[in-house]
């Protein structure tokens, strides 16, 4: 059986970011990644994607995110960074590798793989949610897609189409789909767009320093949303059951839970679907560490810039325990 002092659940940014800090601390340590390229999730997503921050501000520790030339950058361009990355600091990642639990035995923690089961001293946990989208229990006669099924406006065109959700997501596919295909965009309140001189370094900012960024809004307005809402296409409108059961399809925006399912045999989840944590240390079994979920692991650790610091914090306080 194969071990390691630290074994990291997941290769995307929370898992490279692990690994960083974890090589300076000199920790042995291994990344086991579900995918087969690099880049996490990023390779899924839709193809307008564009960042909320310049690549100055969207950058992983130790070694900064190449200049995008428009701005804010595309999801290609991310995962091309994060792939040079991974190359750079030699991040010792197995895939494809797909953990199907964690369990203990009077050792430590024990990762078992569709390729083996590794022993651990202490495991980080960096799966994050796109593998989990919340899709809502609703019966339509039209196809039902989420965010992660979209990759872009060409097989919608000229149809009826209905993007239900107010966040980045449901704006940034909206006007990705206006130009295309018979629009309506859904949410459950009016959209709430932040100041347009708002970026994701000024949100990171805002939430390490005030714990949270809602009363500034939901919206980042990225150039594409900007100019679809400037023109007056870009319109919300109410939820109406009768104008979703007569569309083609219906793209729902309405966001991910964290993708905790290989951690079941340790029972530690509460009945909020998360782990009760210190920092991102599970109370109730101190060698699991959970970074990049949101902001109940940390204030914008779900984020390039943001996941870096609590990266930091739990290497740490593991080379801490292993001292």
Same mark, same amino acid.
């Given at each position: ?27 042995d ?10 880049g ?21 520790? /130790? ?33 494809p ?32 949610t ?27 065109? /000229? ?10 997501? /449901? ?42 960024? /809602? ?69 109730e ?22 996941v ?6 739990t ?9």
């Amino acid at each position: 059986m194969p071990s390691s002092d630290v074994v990291v659940i997941g290769g995307g940014q929370a898992g490279l970011a692990a690994a960083f800090y974890l090589r300076r601390a000199g920790i042995d340590h291994v990344v086991l990644d579900a995918r087969p390229v690099p880049g996490g999730a990023w390779p899924l997503t839709w193809n307008s994607l564009r960042l909320f921050s310049v690549a100055r501000h969207s950058s992983l520790p /130790g070694w900064p995110m190449s200049p995008f030339p428009d701005g804010y950058p595309t999801a290609q361009h991310v995962v091309d960074y994060l792939t040079a990355y991974e190359k750079r600091y030699d991040i010792p990642v197995q895939r494809p590798v797909q953990v199907r639990e964690v369990g203990r035995d009077e050792h430590g923690l024990l990762v078992h793989t569709d390729n083996g089961t590794w022993s651990a001293r202490h495991v980080v946990s960096a799966t994050g949610t796109w593998w989990r989208p919340f899709r809502p229990s609703v019966r339509l006669p039209g196809r039902q897609l989420h965010t992660v099924d979209y990759a872009g406006p060409q097989e919608f065109a /000229g149809r009826k189409v209905v993007v239900v959700g107010g966040g980045n997501s /449901g704006a940034q596919i909206a006007a990705d789909l206006l130009p295309h295909a018979e629009l309506t965009w859904m949410t459950r309140r009016p959209p709430r767009y932040m100041p347009d001189e708002i970026d994701g370094k000024a949100l990171f900012d805002i939430a390490t320093r005030h714990g949270g960024v /809602g009363e500034l809004g939901d919206i980042v307005a990225v150039p594409a949303v900007r100019e679809a809402r400037d023109s007056g296409l870009l319109v919300a409108t109410p939820m109406d059951d009768g104008v979703l059961a007569d569309a083609d399809a219906v793209l729902w925006c309405t966001g991910f839970r964290a993708a905790l399912g290989h951690l079941a045999p340790l029972r530690l989840r509460a009945a909020n679907g998360r782990i009760a944590v210190d920092g991102t240390t599970a109370v109730e079994e101190p060698r699991l560490h959970l970074v990049g979920y949101g902001s109940w692991t940390g204030p914008a650790s779900a984020t390039l810039i943001g996941v870096g610091p609590t990266a930091k914090a739990t290497v740490a306080k593991i080379a801490a325990s292993l001292a």
